[in-house]
Nanobody, 122 residues
């Protein structure tokens, strides 16, 4: 059974930082691409960032480029999203997702986590 478990969310002031983690089990993590998505209240889920299985290729949404960094540690079966210079508009539930092949900003992922809440106060 595949599981993706996000952690690291919380409440932070604008300009602050958070680091989200996505712990994976039940799949050969090092062969899967990983992505982060987010969904704010009343809005559709949107792509944030993705990383290839090796970590050599990454994609970012324009809204987070230069502020967020995606990474992974295949030895720990864990992916990360470092979020700096947070803004109130970054407030959302953040989800990690995994799929077999890297496709950049595609939404077509096979496995999804339950999400972690990030709230940025002004």
């Amino acid at each position: 059974q595949v599981q993706l478990v996000e952690s690291g969310g919380g409440l932070v002031q604008a300009g602050g930082s958070l680091r989200l983690s996505c712990a994976a089990s039940g799949l050969s993590f090092s062969t899967y691409a990983l992505a982060w998505f987010r969904q704010a209240p009343g809005k559709e889920r949107e792509f944030v960032s993705a990383i290839s299985w090796s970590g050599s290729t990454t994609t970012y949404a324009d809204s987070v480029k230069g502020r967020f960094t995606i990474s992974r540690d295949n030895a720990k079966n864990t992916g990360y999203l470092q979020m700096n210079s947070l803004k109130p508009e970054d407030t959302a539930v953040y989800y990690c997702a995994a799929r077999r092949f890297y496709t950049g900003s595609s939404y077509d992922y096979d496995y999804w986590g339950q999400g972690t809440q990030v709230t940025v106060s002004s």
